[in-house]
T-cell receptor, first 115, second 112 residues
Framework: EAGVVQSPRYKIIEKKQPVAFWCNPI?????LYWYLQNLGQGPELLIR????????DSQLPKDRFSAERLKGVDSTLKIQPAELGDSAVYLC?????????????FGPGTRLLVL | QKEVEQNSGPLSVPEGAIASLNCTYS??????FFWYRQYSGKSPELIMS????GDKEDGRFTAQLNKASQYVSLLIRDSQPSDSATYLC????????????FGAGTRLFVKA
């Protein structure tokens, strides 16, 4: 079974430029997460989708970040404009449910460097 | 107080020894607990999940949960250099909906 797929794996941009990340979850996984991970820190939730609905986006900086999951499968996270502080690893994860036994599986991540 | 706390390490153990990784959490409505391993430059990989008090063993790994003390640990027996990684503790809480909170991780070095 294929795991969570993310692209690109690496991205270098100049500040104020836009950038987009793509994620394809494990087949059949209805729940999709976007996390941000800074060096030496654990993943921090940006947004969670149940199918195509964003059910928790309270930590998403909505002035510059946006996300979509139009058909309830793959998802795109966008930053516009990017700032120096956005340099981090952006992780996508998917899971099969939302109960207390739900288990999340992570993609390889996108390493973003903003110059 | 952080919701999930881990000693950042590094924790250094000799090959063949037992590595003990600890995690405390602050939210009493925490329902389930997970340990992820993250190699440098890679994404987190699930090692263990535990939902009830006591021990849960899987190969060389044992997770221990004490809800009264709000404490969860991971023991790695017969540590190998390939176990050298950062270990993330994650706690799933129920606050209206479910949410998973990750600790910052403990770096483990296993010396050959």
């Amino acid at each position: 079974e294929a795991g969570v797929v993310q692209s690109p794996r690496y991205k270098i941009i100049e500040k104020k430029q836009p950038v987009a990340f793509w994620c394809n979850p494990i087949s059949g996984h209805n729940t999709l997460y976007w996390y941000l991970q800074n060096l030496g820190q654990g993943p921090e939730l940006l947004i969670r989708y149940e199918n195509e609905e964003a059910v928790d986006d309270s930590q998403l900086p909505k002035d510059r970040f946006s996300a979509e999951r139009l058909k309830g499968v793959d998802s795109t996270l966008k930053i516009q404009p990017a700032e120096l502080g956005d340099s981090a690893v952006y992780l996508c994860a998917s899971s099969t449910g939302t109960g207390y036994q739900e288990t999340q599986y992570f993609g390889p991540g996108t390493r973003l460097l903003v110059l | 107080q952080k919701e999930v706390e881990q000693n950042s390490g590094p924790l250094s153990v000799p090959e063949g020894a037992i590595a003990s990784l600890n995690c405390t959490y602050s939210d009493r409505v925490s329902q389930s607990f997970f340990w992820y391993r993250q190699y440098s430059g890679k994404s987190p990989e699930l090692i263990m999940s535990i939902y009830s008090n006591g021990d849960k063993e899987d190969g060389r790994f044992t997770a221990q949960l004490n809800k009264a003390s709000q404490y969860v640990s991971l023991l790695i027996r017969d540590s190998q250099p390939s176990d050298s990684a950062t270990y993330l503790c994650a706690v799933r809480i129920h606050t209206g909906g479910f949410k998973t909170i990750f600790g910052a991780g403990t770096r483990l070095f296993v010396k050959a």
